[in-house]
């Protein structure tokens, strides 16, 4: 069974509303957590690092007040997209690493499409 | 800076047939290359994953990968395909066994002929 899981699988909003998108370790916890952003036929790219207790990490070139990333608990992590517009649509990943740090467990993703 | 290459954004095979599906890496430091698989409505599954000793990797589902220094390469292998082999596969390399923050490739979509 899934031991990372993502909500809402699927979201369509309109150009400049908000949209939250979180991911959850199931039956363990994930003091790191990380994101990720695949366009259609593209690869997966890292957009940041979510720290439980402070800042998330921001690869370079995404901006930080565009995607809000809160690691609210050990199971816990929350990707907002604020002021969404169509270019931002996409299918975002999340991954978290198993306690013993020997693997990487994804969600399923998410696809948003922004109208 | 790290990247990945996959040369082969898309391949078809015969099911039975073997398959190999190219990556080659860029990387300042010692490697921890990956190989995950895709399928549509479920995250990433690791296929295996290499960073030292044997060159040779078996993983799940039958494949196996070789890495080659001399090359930066890390291709995927399966000498006989099944039907369910038909995904999107990712090359991935990152800065430790974990898993963390990987660059991926650009990915192969792997299509399997009855």
């Known amino acids: 069974g899934a031991v990372v899981s993502q909500h809402p699988s699927r979201v369509i909003c309109k150009s400049g509303t908000s949209v939250k998108i979180e991911c959850r370790s199931l039956d363990f916890q994930a003091t790191t957590m990380f994101w990720y952003r695949q366009f259609p036929k593209k690869s997966l790219m890292l957009m940041a690092t979510s720290n439980e207790g402070s800042k998330a990490t921001y690869e370079q070139g995404v901006e930080k007040d565009k995607f809000l990333i809160n690691h609210a608990s050990l199971t816990l992590s929350t990707l907002t997209v604020t002021s969404a517009h169509p270019e931002d649509s996409s299918f975002y990943i999340c991954?978290?690493?198993?306690?013993?740090?020997?693997?990487?467990?994804f969600g399923p993703g998410t696809r948003l499409l922004v109208l | 800076a790290q990247s990945v290459t996959q040369p082969d954004i898309h391949i078809t095979v015969s099911e039975g047939a073997s398959l190999e599906l190219r990556c080659n890496y860029s990387?300042?430091?010692?490697?921890?290359l990956f190989w995950y698989v895709q399928s549509p409505g479920q995250g990433l599954q690791l296929l295996l994953k290499?960073?030292?000793?044997?060159?040779l990797v078996q993983g799940i589902k039958g494949f196996e990968a070789e890495f080659k220094r001399s090359q930066s390469s890390f291709n995927l292998r399966k000498p006989s395909v099944h039907w369910s082999d038909a995904a999107e596969y990712f090359c991935?390399?990152?800065?430790?066994?974990?898993?963390?923050?990987?660059?991926f490739g650009g990915g192969t979509r792997l299509m399997v002929k009855p």
């Open positions: 991935a390399v990152g800065p430790n066994n974990a898993g963390n923050m990987l660059t």
């Open positions: 990387y300042g430091a010692t490697p921890y």
């Open positions: 991954s978290a690493p198993d306690p013993n740090q020997e693997t990487q467990y």
């Open positions: 290499y960073f030292s000793g044997d060159t």
